[in-house]
């Protein structure tokens, strides 16, 4: 938590700021118009607190902190145009009816479970990112598994499911034993929340199945290029991937055993910032558990479709390691037919 500094000779003490929504480092700060509308007008809040406090240093101090916290979101807000999005498969800012339950998916600062707005990094807005309507899946909880159901997708404002919040009895107080355990049941329901995250993989590579499934975060932002591979700029995975033909580019890999046939092929995308070597090189290791082979580039094509257009590295290597079996089916095999 953040903490003014106090003024030598003041007796009382600032009080405590408490922190932001909770954002992983390194995640980007997705937000919805509206989010970063409210945003704007809780600035415009604390500045006339600042007006009001002047005079008083404790107060000023601690709305100073608050504003600090607020302008740190604000400058890395990135809002999102939902109207890019495909229509038929979930996205931030999407409205979506799963179990009976309508919700909206949307920034950590706008998050509120009890008013049906969900926080993009939670378990259940994970799990429903890139599903379509009729899709099941199940996902862990605290209390066992939940098999979700998406039954409507919408893009425009529809009435959210709002649950009341249990008013507490005033004239209740727990003695302070039941307040110690309150607590510690707090901290191991927090611990249960992050291993439910942990647990929801819809795309997961290294799953008990052991079969390779192509990373597919639609809301992870990749590099665009020109057609000699020079980074021109970035965009969000749902818009390259949506008919806009932008071209980015992604990596092929073929696996050779010591007899020359092809055992396996896989495809990641470049992450935004490296280069193809060494994005492939990171997915080796993490996800084929391969750090002694050097890879070759063997060619390098432009490959257009319906929905994309990339720019494709084709990389080699050799070896007779029992790596994640490759799906089957045409739909994938296509992907590599120009290798």
């Known amino acids: 938590m953040s903490r003014g500094f106090i003024k030598e000779g003041d007796q009382e003490e600032i009080p405590m700021v408490p922190p932001r929504a909770y954002l992983p480092k390194g995640m980007p700060n997705y937000v919805t118009r509206e989010g970063l509308e409210a945003l704007n007008i809780e600035r415009e809040s604390l500045e006339n607190e600042r007006v009001a406090s002047s005079g008083n240093y404790i107060m000023s101090n601690f709305v100073d ?107 209740f107080r727990p003695e302070r034993s039941v307040v110690e355990k309150s607590h510690k049941t707090k901290i191991i329901e927090t611990i249960q929340s992050d291993k439910v995250e942990m647990d929801v993989r819809p795309s997961l590579q290294n799953d008990t199945t052991d079969i390779f499934t192509p990373e597919e975060n639609i809301m992870e932002f990749l590099p665009v290029v020109n057609e000699r591979g020079i980074i021109v700029g970035r965009a969000l995975y749902m818009e390259l991937h949506n008919g806009h033909k932008i071209l980015h580019p992604v990596i092929h890999l073929h696996v050779i055993n010591n007899k020359g046939e092809v055992a396996y092929k896989y495809w990641w995308h470049v992450a935004f910032g490296d280069t193809p070597e060494k994005t492939l090189k990171r997915k080796m290791s993490e996800v084929l558990g391969i750090s002694s082979v050097k890879p070759k580039l063997k060619k390098q094509y432009i490959r257009e479709t319906k929905t994309e257009k990339e720019l494709v590295y084709v990389f080699t290597i050799i070896s007779d390691e029992n790596l994640l079996k490759t799906p089957e089916g045409k739909d994938y095999f296509d992907i590599f037919a120009k290798d």
Not at 110 to 137: C, Y
């Open 65 to 171: 902190a608050k504003m600090k916290l607020l302008i740190d979101r604000i400058n890395s807000a990135v809002e999102v145009d939902m109207t890019k999005a495909n229509k038929e498969t979930v996205s931030f800012g999407a409205y979506v009816k799963y179990n009976g339950r309508t919700v909206r998916i949307v920034g950590v600062d706008e998050a509120d479970f009890s008013k049906g707005l969900l926080s993009f990094i939670s378990p259940v807005a994970k799990a429903l990112v890139g599903k379509k309507v009729g899709d099941r899946f199940e996902i862990k909880i605290p209390k066992g598994t939940e098999t979700v159901e998406v039954q409507g997708i919408w893009y425009e404002a529809v009435p959210l499911t709002v649950q009341e919040e249990k008013q507490p009895n005033p004239s």
